[in-house]
């Protein structure tokens, strides 16, 4: 196998950002964060103040030009080369995100960029739809979970970080709002493909999850050689 390719799906707060980040350094690949594509054109939105005009949005992400960095552990995020990194993790982006997700025009837009920026080479991707629409032939899917609670906590933790001010039951509607937007929107809502492995990382650390999404791989890639290799 020359070029491979590693799709993780999951909710919000799962712990896709990290295995995908810490897998990418790992294996030298590239580092795709779907999620902030469907960021950066929701606060684009935001800020025109068209998150209610559709049509306007399409336009929008027609005309998109958006790169991504990967940069010292974080996406760094480009549109028209203005750098808006700083902005896509809001709150206000969080509330409106998935609203503009479920435009299908936005999600075929991007889902082609997406898919270019996976020719070059072998990649790690996250989000909602990369094992299922974006990448249906990876080479290894996984589908992260956890708890809701558990999930929330994870969230709070990083605002609380970042010195941004949130309750604990904020955080965790807009996961349960967000949660329930993606998984049930018409176009490629969020679903656990049949081919993925299913990893719950309620009550495990990050190491472990880390430790068991190698093994996932390793496994996977063992056997995809030797499916090869008699065939
Ligand atoms: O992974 P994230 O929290 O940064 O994603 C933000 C939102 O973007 C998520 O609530 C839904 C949307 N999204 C999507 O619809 N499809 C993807 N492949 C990735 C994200």
Redesign the pocket.
């Known amino acids: 196998m020359s070029k491979i390719i590693i799709a993780i799906?999951g909710p919000?707060?799962s712990g896709?950002?990290t295995a995908a980040k810490f897998l990418a350094e790992k294996l030298g690949f590239t580092y795709l964060?779907?999620?902030?594509?469907?960021?950066a054109i929701?606060y684009l939105a935001i800020e025109k103040d068209i998150t209610d005009n559709q049509n306007a949005v399409i336009d929008l992400v027609r005309n998109l030009k958006i790169n991504l960095r990967f940069e010292n552990g974080i996406t760094k995020v480009f549109i028209d080369g203005k750098e808006v990194t700083d902005f896509?993790?809001s709150k206000d982006?969080?509330a409106s995100?998935?609203k503009?997700?479920?435009i299908p025009e936005v999600?075929s837009e991007?889902?082609k960029i997406?898919q270019k920026i996976a020719n070059n080479g072998s990649i790690v991707?996250?989000?909602?739809?990369?094992t299922t629409?974006?990448f249906p032939n990876a080479d290894v899917k996984i589908y992260l979970t956890a708890k809701e609670d558990v999930r929330a906590n994870r969230r709070l933790n990083e605002y609380l970080k970042d010195n941004i001010e949130i309750s604990f039951e904020e955080v965790k509607n807009n996961l349960h709002e967000?949660?329930k937007?993606?998984s049930s929107?018409e176009v490629?809502p969020?679903t656990k493909s049949k081919e993925a492995i299913e990893l719950d990382t309620t009550g495990i650390s990050v190491e472990e999850e880390l430790e068991k999404i190698l093994e996932i791989i390793d496994k996977v890639v063992k056997e995809k050689k030797n499916y090869h290799q008699v065939n």
Do not use: C, H, W
Not at 33 to 39: H, L
Not at 125 to 130: F, M, P, S, Y
């Open positions: 799906d919000a707060a896709k950002s964060d779907t999620g902030a594509m469907y960021r929701t896509i993790r982006v969080n995100v998935s503009i997700s479920k999600r991007l889902v997406q991707a996250e989000g909602r739809d990369t629409v974006v967000r949660d937007i993606d929107r490629s969020l």
